[in-house]
């Protein structure tokens, strides 16, 4: 059984510059949620995605955006790159339908760096 | 709204106990723990729920106190392979939003 994929690893861009991190879930979960994670800091809760659209969104600009596919797969897009964007994309899968737990399985994050 | 931990850091020999502390100043649903080594993804460790229920790894223990919205976790006979950083997570409703606490660096010595 497959965990949580994301890809790339690691990603260098430049200020202004657009970029796109993609995430498959682990089997089984119907639920995407996308973290940012500077150095030396906790994770940043930046949004939830279920059923294709974008469920919850934490404290983060209109320059991240997101998708979630019919495959529950997704995507996290981060427009007009900032130096302050560089970090650790993390993402989260889960299932709503056992929300008791909403047990949350990270995978291994994208390093974005922007210079 | 993120939770403050306590220690920021600890440092321990192998054998020692610790506990790390969770504090949230808003009425919570659950509480999660997570470990995290340098360069990695968060490991989960141990869920609490309001009302009691709990589900996590045999070895890991907590106690959630729902009227303090607190939550300790203990962690007894340390490992080398215990070191890292420690987070909670938490939600005021279920399957509602998630914050990570400000983080405890555990480091186990031999």
């Known amino acids: 059984d497959a965990g949580v994929t994301q890809s790339p690893t690691h990603l260098i861009k430049t200020r202004g510059q657009q970029v796109t991190l993609r995430c498959s879930p682990k089997s089984g979960h119907d639920t995407v949620s996308w973290y940012q994670q500077a150095l030396g800091q906790g994770p940043q809760f930046i949004f939830q995605?279920?059923?294709?659209?974008?469920?919850q969104r934490g404290n983060f600009p209109d320059r991240f955006s997101g998708h979630q596919f019919p495959n529950y797969s997704s995507e996290l897009n981060v427009n007009a790159l900032l130096l302050g964007d560089s970090a650790l994309y993390l993402c989260a899968s889960s299932s709503l339908a056992e929300p008791s737990y909403n047990e949350q399985f990270f995978g291994p994050g994208t390093r974005l760096t922007v210079l | 709204q993120q939770p403050v931990q306590s220690p920021q850091a600890v440092i321990l020999r192998e054998g020692e106990d610790a506990v790390i502390n969770c504090s949230s100043s808003k009425a919570l649903y659950s509480v999660h723990w997570y470990r995290q080594k340098h360069g990695e993804a968060p490991i989960f460790l141990m869920i609490?729920?309001?009302?009691?229920e709990q589900k996590g790894h045999d070895k890991i223990s907590a106690s959630f106190n729902e009227k303090k919205q607190q939550s300790s976790l203990y962690l007894t006979a340390s490992q080398l392979s215990y070191s890292g950083t420690y987070f909670c997570g938490t939600e005021a409703n279920a399957g509602n939003q998630f914050y990570f606490g400000t983080g405890t660096s555990l480091t186990v010595i031999p």
């Open positions: 995605y279920y059923e294709e659209e974008e469920r």
């Open positions: 609490l729920l309001k009302g009691g």
